[in-house]
């Protein structure tokens, strides 16, 4: 039987130790996308098109003759070519994932715990804010940082005296040049620790820096873990809110550390807010909130990220514990099925490599009517979806999910490369 589960508890794997696949630790995909979008960008002429003031076509001299360009000198149709031509070849080599199948799982226990949820339960939220330099640009005629700071203001008024908050914020010192890389990136700073609401000091804590810096992402999660020792209740539902407009600039993985704390046993839900985000940095973010059992919020205007925060406590108190079971479940589940997980993975393994195989086939096919960096930069692509499909295979039975959340990573890795 097939299993379905809702879209967003897909998650990215990046088990270091696997021999099975090149991607995780490497994080391939952002190499392939910087390499070919250099690559692209010379060859294509875009940024000498879109950075100059003059004109892009050419204005006949005396000794000149105006000509008419043909469909495909021009960046743009050659770069639309390129994008239709990719998409064409993932749709018509796509495998039939029926095959692979697992037992469903039984989450009757999490639907309970969501319907009568443990009021007795003490609720620690910790808001981590993305102060990094982006963050001062303007979204709606408003800037980002104003825009979360009265956000989460607003938020910490609603909330009761019996539950706990925090604020740890990151990227506040320095600035976001090269010079100040260092800086920056150790910057990541609990201005006010998890404990019974305050609004003054919380005011001042929020109040107190403004965005500047790079977003160490992977160094705030790691620190995060400790945030919460000062909780003395043991069956504490622990829910952490991250607000970023940016992927991880600083170096780190915080697919690796979110994956790691998972395994280590650091029972948090983390909800992520993609701030005006792009398309590459919502993969990053969304990961994060699918392994730890969050929800990613993808927020464009400061009317939606405040429906982010506008649920009352109780709401939030349930829905955190139904998913810290669903997670606990999930593990469960794969212990209590290693040989199954096992045979499912190789049999997605086993379709993913017969379409990376077809698809780079049909890339040959053309090579006389695309430029040798369109086909390379396809070649890569169709590897890395193979990466990422088998990675997604070993920790998930979700299959529908899987295929879905590889096609949104190919609409990024695509979009990233040619634009």
Request: charged share 20%.
């Amino acid at each position: 039987m097939i299993s379905h589960i809702n879209q967003n508890e897909v998650s990215y794997t990046t088990n270091q130790n696997s021999d099975k696949r090149r991607y995780p630790t490497k994080f391939i995909i952002v190499a392939i996308v910087s390499a070919f979008l250099i690559g692209i960008a010379s060859c294509f002429g875009l940024w000498s098109t879109m950075n100059k003031n003059t004109p892009t076509s050419v204005i006949p001299t005396p000794t000149q003759t105006a000509t008419t360009p043909s469909p495909l000198s021009s960046p743009t149709a050659q770069v639309d070519v390129c994008q239709k031509s990719y998409e064409e070849i993932i749709t018509s080599t796509e495998g039939d994932y029926g095959e692979c199948t697992l037992e469903e799982q039984d989450l009757s226990i999490c639907n309970a715990i969501q319907d009568n949820p443990n009021q007795q339960s003490t609720l620690a939220i910790e808001l981590i804010l993305d102060s990094s330099g982006s963050m001062s640009e303007y979204i709606g005629g408003q800037e980002k940082m104003s825009v979360a700071k009265s956000v989460l203001t607003d938020f910490m008024q609603t909330i009761p005296e019996d539950v706990l908050v925090g604020l740890r914020v990151y990227g506040h010192k320095g600035s976001n040049l090269e010079q100040d890389k260092n800086l920056s990136c150790s910057s990541s700073e609990l201005l006010y620790p998890i404990q019974s609401p305050d609004i003054e000091s919380f005011t001042n804590a929020i109040n107190s820096f403004e965005a500047t810096g790079w977003t160490p992402i992977t160094d705030s999660l790691e620190a995060a873990v400790s945030d919460f020792d000062s909780i003395n209740d043991q069956n504490a539902t622990k829910v952490i809110y991250l607000v970023s407009d940016g992927v991880e600039t600083c170096d780190g993985n915080p697919i690796a550390t979110v994956n790691k704390l998972k395994e280590e046993g650091f029972d948090v839900v983390i909800n992520v807010v993609g701030f005006g985000v792009d398309s590459f940095a919502r993969g990053q973010l969304e990961a994060i909130a699918n392994i730890s059992g969050g929800e990613y919020y993808d927020a464009k205007t400061s009317s939606e990220l405040s429906a982010v925060f506008d649920k009352s406590i109780n709401e939030l108190r349930s829905e955190s514990q139904y998913k810290l079971c669903v997670k606990r479940e999930e593990q469960q589940f794969r212990l209590a099925n290693v040989r199954e997980f096992q045979q499912y993975s190789l049999c997605v393994q086993r379709i993913a490599s017969r379409e990376r195989l077809d698809a780079q086939a049909l890339i040959s096919d053309y090579t006389d009517t695309l430029t040798d960096t369109c086909i390379e930069t396809m070649r890569d692509l169709v590897t890395s979806r193979e990466d990422y499909i088998v990675e997604q295979s070993e920790t998930r039975y979700d299959l529908d999910n899987i295929i879905t959340e590889s096609k949104i990573r190919e609409t990024a890795n695509t979009e990233l490369v040619i634009n």
